[in-house]
């Protein structure tokens, strides 16, 4: 019986020693992570997980340390316990509390026992130290789990990853050393965040006209609207907050994504419209097509009160889909203003045509001082998606004369407000406009052509004048080409020689200006009969 005693007694001590012998060595670790998609515009992307697995059972000292060394810096906060807040540590696979955080001592029910803690901190800007308060053993298979770290994607763009490398600085490195059998992993790949249509490949463009300006009416396609088709690069580009929140809380920003549309030179009188509730659908090849409810915008409607003020919407993202590419199109209309019923109304002369632009920006919730911006500025634009001009009215002198004792008369006529030919009231298109004329003489003998600009001749009205009197045409001849900004102008030229003489004149010829096409008839108007 003694002899058995001292036999188990003696296996007692070898298993303690092989035991003791197991942990007195330090730890191999092996690293795998999940790379997240990125934006590329994103300031506070989050990385994806990275996970340390011990390959072996051993020590890591009392004073060691783990740096996890991103690409880009780390934007969860500038101090290190916002850093620590959001990373979590499960230091055994069998651990069944809850992820621990790294400040905490660690959970009871994991092998690694009470007692035994690790701190994280933010060290400089782009690394992440784990550290080691005291001895920590590990099991072969207790793992640490580095999650819901952000990093400043954007200046990554020229690479088109995030990287982080794993480093281990023992205090007792020559026993207890701390290796790892592949030190980098890429946690982020970066995308575009939104692709852009503008109106439609086949009309890019919508032209408008300041005499026919639609008011009051609802958005009509090619008449007064224009769209904006917003696609997701990938399912996850356009989140809300409450997802981004998820994804990485305990964090200062307000992360939800925000879509931000901006209108350039648009004309004032003008009232743009925009979509309240944007319902879109995904647009990849699924056997259901999901809707999802997306944004929401306060103001539906901005009246342009200074010519070439920025106008903007701003959309925020409501509900989304992370699995499925989204598809939105947004509808936009312009008229005159919100409180006539009268269609079409006059705007304004612009004298030059408005090209109105629109550019797409990710912006995000909040970008008030005490948070971090989320996106670095971009946009997509500014492109041209409607173009607002004059009712003009195109008219050529053939032939004009103003040497020796030849003169020529010119009359031009302002029938905008003719009912007879147009029909009674403005929805019938006869809109009067007031405006003038501009001359451009081209030589016959060729050289720089001459212009002036008439008075303004009010609708309904005729403006007769000799050309030898006005600034430029004093001894010349050849063609004059006429803008009127106002629609539906006509006018006659009549030529004499005699000027100054006793006789008079022994020859005259008059004609009737050609009306050269470009412009566009008052909607629902009726032809002249010349179909001038």
């Known amino acids: 019986m003694k002899r058995m005693t001292m036999k188990f007694m003696a296996l007692a001590l070898m298993m303690v020693a092989s035991t003791a012998a197991l942990y007195a060595q330090g730890v191999a670790f092996t690293s795998t992570s999940l790379p997240r998609q990125m934006r590329q515009e994103g300031i506070t992307?989050?990385?994806?997980?990275?996970?340390?697995?011990?390959l072996t059972a051993g020590t890591v000292q009392d004073g060691s340390?783990?740096?996890?060394?991103?690409?880009?810096?780390?934007?969860?906060?500038?101090?290190?316990d916002a850093v620590a807040a959001n990373i979590n540590i499960n230091n055994n696979v069998v651990c069944t509390g809850p992820a621990v955080p790294v400040t905490s001592t660690v959970d009871a029910n994991c092998d690694v026992g009470v007692g035994q803690t690790m701190t994280a901190g933010l060290v400089g800007t782009q690394t992440l130290r784990v550290s080691f308060p005291a001895d920590v053993v590990f099991e072969a298979g207790d793992r640490i789990v580095i999650a819901r770290v952000r990093a400043n994607a954007s200046s990554a763009v020229g690479v088109g990853s995030v990287?982080?490398?794993?480093?281990?600085?023992?205090?007792?490195?020559?026993?207890?050393p701390i290796t790892f059998t592949d030190p980098q992993r890429q946690v982020g790949v970066l995308n575009g965040t939104i692709s852009v249509r503008f109106n439609s490949t086949t009309a890019p463009v919508l032209f408008m006209q300041t005499c026919i300006f639609p008011n009051g009416l609802a958005a009509v396609a090619d008449v007064n609207r224009f769209r904006i088709r917003i696609d997701e690069v990938f399912p996850a580009a356009l989140t809300t907050d409450a997802q981004e929140t998820n994804a990485a809380p305990l964090h200062d920003p307000s992360n939800g994504v925000t879509l931000t549309i901006t209108l350039n030179n648009v004309p004032a009188g003008v009232v743009v419209n925009a979509p309240v509730l944007v319902t879109s659908t995904?647009?990849?090849d699924a056997?259901?097509?999901?809707?999802?409810?997306?944004?929401?915008?306060?103001?539906?409607a901005i009246q342009q009160t200074v010519a070439n003020t920025p106008i903007v919407f701003v959309f925020t993202v409501d509900q989304s889909s992370t699995a499925l590419l989204e598809r939105l199109l947004l509808n936009f209309w312009f008229k005159a203003d919100t409180t006539s019923t009268t269609n079409p109304l006059a705007l304004p002369s612009l004298g030059t045509p408005a090209n109105v632009q629109a550019s797409v920006?990710?912006?995000?919730?909040?970008?008030?001082?005490?948070?971090i911006v989320r996106f670095t500025p971009n946009s997509v634009?500014?492109?041209?998606?409607?173009?607002?001009?004059?009712?003009?009215?195109?008219?050529?002198?053939?032939?004009v004369a103003t040497v020796a004792d030849v003169e020529t008369g010119i009359a031009i006529a302002n029938t905008s407000s003719d009912d007879a030919a147009f029909g009674s009231g403005s929805a019938s298109g006869a809109t009067a406009q007031n405006g003038t004329c501009t001359l451009t003489g081209y030589p016959s003998a060729g050289g720089t052509p001459v212009s002036f600009t008439t008075a303004t001749i009010n609708a309904g009205s005729t403006l007769p004048f000799l050309l030898s009197g006005t600034t430029g045409f004093a001894n010349f001849t050849g063609y004059v080409l006429t803008v009127c900004n106002f629609q539906v102008g006509h006018a006659f030229a009549f030529i004499t020689n005699g000027r100054g003489t006793v006789t008079g004149p022994t020859l005259a010829?008059?004609?009737?200006?050609?009306?050269?096409?470009?412009?566009t008839r008052p909607t629902g108007g009726s032809t002249e009969s010349l179909g001038d």
């Open 361 to 371: 920006s990710v912006t995000p919730v909040t970008t008030t001082d005490s948070v």
């Open 381 to 399: 634009g500014p492109t041209t998606v409607a173009t607002i001009t004059d009712c003009n009215t195109r008219l050529l002198f053939t032939w």
């Open 65 to 80: 340390s783990i740096d996890i060394v991103f690409s880009v810096a780390i934007t969860n906060n500038s101090t290190g």
């Open 163 to 176: 990287q982080a490398t794993m480093a281990g600085s023992s205090s007792q490195p020559a026993a207890f």
């Open 282 to 284: 995904d647009f990849q």
């Open 287 to 300: 056997p259901v097509n999901i809707t999802v409810n997306m944004l929401t915008q306060p103001t539906a």
């Open 45 to 54: 992307e989050v990385a994806g997980e990275i996970q340390l697995t011990a």
């Open 509 to 519: 010829q008059g004609y009737l200006a050609n009306v050269i096409p470009g412009g």
